[in-house]
C-alpha cells in the first residue's frame, strides 16, 4: 500500500503510524498541506504535495490540520476532497474533518440529530456574550471554535472576569463559544471508535486544580468499559458528523445525562493506549488495508 500521511514530521502520532506502517510493508510518505500544489490542465485535476502526487497514493491519513486563513482551511478540504474524488482513501473523510473542526458545527449537527449536548451559545460582541452568560447561569466554557487538547478553553464565572475575557475575545475578531458547564461528575469519558468498532474507552480525571480532564492538560486516563447506552451515543455522534476513527468526549450533567462534549477527527490515543493496552496503529493499519483493497 502507498500512503500518505499529512501531519507534522515530529508529530508522536505521525512516526508512530510511519513506523508500523513500513514494518507492515508500505511505503510511507509524510505530506505537508503547507506545500500542496494543484494544478488543472486540458480538463484534468492535478494534486500534489512534497512533489508527491496524492492520485498515485491509495490511502491518505489526516493527521493534522494547522491554523491558517479561512481561504487556506477551505482550499484544504477542497483539495482532500479531489483526492477523494480521484479514487484515494482520505481518513478521515474531507466532510467529517471539515465538521469536527468546527465546534459549533458539530453541537449544531449533534442537536439537529437529536442528540444530547450541552446548552451552547455563539455570538460575535461581548456584550451579546454577557447576555447569554447570564443565561446560561453564570457558569460556562469558553472555547475556541478551533482548537483541540483542552488549549486556550477557560471556565467564566465572575461578571469582571467574564467581560474581560469577551472583549478580549471581541477585540482579536474571535467567535465566542459559550458552554454551559456541567456539573456532574468530575470525569469525561473518551471512546476511541473505528469504522463503529470499539479500540477502546477511558475515563479522563482531571488534574487538581483543573477542570479540564485532557491527557495533554496533566489529567489521568483510566480503562472504561462503555455502558450499552454511551456506546450507543457515541457510535450515533460519529455517524452524524460523518468521522470513521472518531474520539468521542461524553460528560454526564447533574442530572446523570450522558452529553456528546466532542467529536475529534483528529484524535489522539497515547492516553487511551496505555490505559486499555491497545496498539491503535496496528488496528487502524490492518482496518485500512482491508478499506483500501476493497475501495
Same mark, same amino acid.
Given at each position: 500500500?502507498?500512503?500518505?500521511? &499529512?501531519?507534522? /514530521?515530529?508529530?508522536?502520532?505521525?512516526?508512530?503510524?510511519?513506523? @508500523? /506502517?513500513?514494518?507492515?510493508?508500505?511505503?510511507?510518505?509524510?505530506?505537508?498541506? $503547507?506545500?500542496?500544489?494543484? %494544478?488543472?490542465? @486540458?480538463? $484534468?485535476? +492535478?494534486?500534489?504535495?512534497?512533489?508527491?502526487?496524492?492520485?498515485?497514493?491509495?490511502?491518505?491519513?489526516?493527521? =493534522?490540520?494547522?491554523?491558517?486563513?479561512?481561504?487556506?482551511?477551505? /482550499?484544504?478540504?477542497?483539495?482532500?476532497?479531489?483526492? %477523494? @474524488?480521484?479514487?484515494?482513501?482520505?481518513?478521515?473523510?474531507?466532510?467529517?474533518?471539515?465538521?469536527?473542526?468546527? *465546534?459549533?458545527?458539530?453541537?449544531? *449537527?449533534?442537536?439537529?440529530?437529536?442528540?444530547?449536548?450541552?446548552?451552547?451559545?455563539?455570538? %460575535?460582541?461581548?456584550? /451579546?456574550?454577557?447576555?447569554?452568560?447570564?443565561?446560561?447561569?453564570?457558569?460556562?466554557?469558553?472555547?475556541?471554535?478551533?482548537?483541540?487538547?483542552?488549549?486556550?478553553?477557560?471556565?467564566?464565572?465572575?461578571? %469582571?472576569?467574564?467581560?474581560?475575557?469577551?472583549?478580549?475575545?471581541?477585540?482579536?475578531?474571535?467567535?465566542?463559544?459559550?458552554? *454551559?458547564?456541567?456539573?456532574?461528575?468530575?470525569?469525561?469519558?473518551?471512546?476511541?471508535?473505528?469504522?463503529?468498532?470499539?479500540?477502546?474507552?477511558?475515563?479522563?480525571?482531571?488534574?487538581?486544580?483543573?477542570?479540564?480532564?485532557?491527557? #495533554?492538560?496533566?489529567?489521568?486516563?483510566?480503562?472504561?468499559?462503555?455502558?450499552? #447506552?454511551?456506546?450507543?451515543?457515541?457510535?450515533?455522534?460519529?455517524?452524524? =458528523?460523518?468521522?470513521?476513527?472518531?474520539?468521542?468526549?461524553?460528560?454526564?450533567?447533574?442530572?446523570? +445525562?450522558?452529553?456528546?462534549?466532542?467529536?475529534?477527527?483528529?484524535?489522539?490515543?497515547?492516553?487511551? $493506549?496505555?490505559?486499555?493496552?491497545?496498539?491503535?496503529?496496528?488496528? &487502524?493499519? +490492518?482496518?485500512?488495508?482491508?478499506?483500501?483493497?476493497?475501495?
Amino acid at each position: 500500500m502507498r500512503l500518505g500521511i &499529512f501531519g507534522q /514530521a515530529d508529530s508522536l502520532y505521525v512516526r508512530l503510524l510511519h513506523e @508500523a /506502517a513500513v514494518a507492515r510493508g508500505h511505503d510511507v510518505h509524510v505530506l505537508s498541506f $503547507q506545500t500542496i500544489v494543484a %494544478e488543472v490542465r @486540458a480538463g $484534468q485535476v +492535478q494534486l500534489s504535495s512534497e512533489g508527491i502526487p496524492l492520485a498515485s497514493l491509495d490511502a491518505v491519513i489526516v493527521r =493534522t490540520m494547522p491554523p491558517g486563513s479561512l481561504e487556506q482551511v477551505v /482550499a484544504r478540504m477542497d483539495l482532500l476532497a479531489g483526492a %477523494e @474524488a480521484a479514487g484515494v482513501c482520505v481518513v478521515n473523510p474531507p466532510r467529517a474533518l471539515e465538521c469536527a473542526v468546527d *465546534k459549533y458545527l458539530t453541537t449544531q *449537527k449533534l442537536a439537529l440529530a437529536g442528540l444530547p449536548v450541552p446548552d451552547t451559545a455563539v455570538c %460575535e460582541s461581548a456584550d /451579546a456574550a454577557i447576555e447569554l452568560w447570564e443565561q446560561l447561569g453564570r457558569d460556562v466554557v469558553v472555547k475556541p471554535l478551533f482548537g483541540a487538547e483542552g488549549r486556550g478553553i477557560v471556565r467564566v464565572t465572575d461578571a %469582571e472576569i467574564a467581560m474581560r475575557v469577551f472583549r478580549t475575545l471581541e477585540r482579536i475578531g474571535a467567535v465566542l463559544y459559550l458552554q *454551559k458547564f456541567l456539573h456532574g461528575p468530575r470525569y469525561d469519558l473518551r471512546l476511541l471508535l473505528l469504522d463503529g468498532q470499539l479500540l477502546g474507552s477511558m475515563k479522563r480525571i482531571p488534574a487538581d486544580g483543573d477542570f479540564r480532564a485532557n491527557i #495533554s492538560c496533566r489529567g489521568t486516563g483510566l480503562p472504561h468499559e462503555p455502558t450499552p #447506552s454511551e456506546f450507543k451515543l457515541s457510535i450515533e455522534a460519529a455517524r452524524v =458528523t460523518g468521522t470513521v476513527f472518531a474520539g468521542v468526549d461524553l460528560m454526564y450533567d447533574a442530572e446523570g +445525562q450522558a452529553r456528546v462534549i466532542e467529536v475529534n477527527a483528529v484524535p489522539g490515543w497515547r492516553g487511551l $493506549q496505555q490505559a486499555c493496552q491497545v496498539d491503535v496503529p496496528e488496528r &487502524f493499519l +490492518q482496518w485500512l488495508e482491508v478499506r483500501v483493497a476493497s475501495h
